[in-house]
Structures are given as C-alpha cells and as structure tokens.
Nanobody, 120 residues
C-alpha cells in the first residue's frame, strides 16, 4: 500500500523555477521506485523522470538538464525541481510509485492526486 500526495504547483512566468514535492507513505516492506509524470490538457500523459530505490535517476529527453529529481534523507519526500520553465511545461504533474521496473508505465500502480503547473 502506497499513498502519494503532491504539492508545490502554481503559476509562474517563463524562465522561472518551481519545486514540486511528493510525500510518500509506504506500508509494504517491498522496495518501490518513484516517478513523475505530467499531462497537458488534451494530450497524453507523459513520463518526466524516475528515481530508483538505489538512487538511480532517469529523465525524459524533453526535461534533461532542466528538471532534477531528488529524495530527502528520510526517504519520505521526493522532489521535482523545475528550472527554466517554458509554456510547454504547463501540465498537471503527478507522482507515482511502482513495485516493478521503473521504465514501464503500466507498472506504476499508485498515483497522487496531481498538482497543476502553469507557465505563462
């Protein structure tokens, strides 16, 4: 059982920065990988990046060098630092968890409620 709660979304101007947080509560002893996804209005959901249980991070090409995923020392919060934001980054952002491979979207069985990011 995994509970995820996102926060930190808002309205920013192009070129600005925003930091999203995902509070994670896990009741299982199994390891979970955590990922960030986004979905713009009228478009398909898009994978942003994932943090493996060993600290390995992978990013989508569209955000490499611009977004950073990090986990706090207590492993109860995963953050998405977004820099140099562009209007095309406007979307609902979700954190998700998988007990399987991080690189298959169908494996992400637990999702947060989402937080809206709007870039003018």
């Amino acid at each position: 059982h995994v509970q995820l709660v996102e926060s930190g979304g808002g309205l920013v101007q192009a070129g600005g920065s925003l930091r999203l947080s995902c509070a994670v509560s896990v009741s299982s002893a199994n390891d979970y990988c955590l990922g960030w996804f986004r979905q713009a209005s009228g478009k398909e959901r898009e994978w942003v990046g994932s943090l493996d249980s060993d600290g390995r991070i992978n990013y989508a090409d569209s955000v490499k060098g611009l977004f950073t995923i990090a986990q706090d020392n207590g492993k109860n919060t995963v953050c998405l630092q977004m820099n140099s934001l562009r209007p095309e980054d406007t979307a609902m952002y979700y954190c998700a968890a998988t007990g399987g491979s991080w690189n298959l979207e169908q494996n992400y069985l637990y999702w947060g409620q989402g937080t809206q990011v709007t870039v003018s």
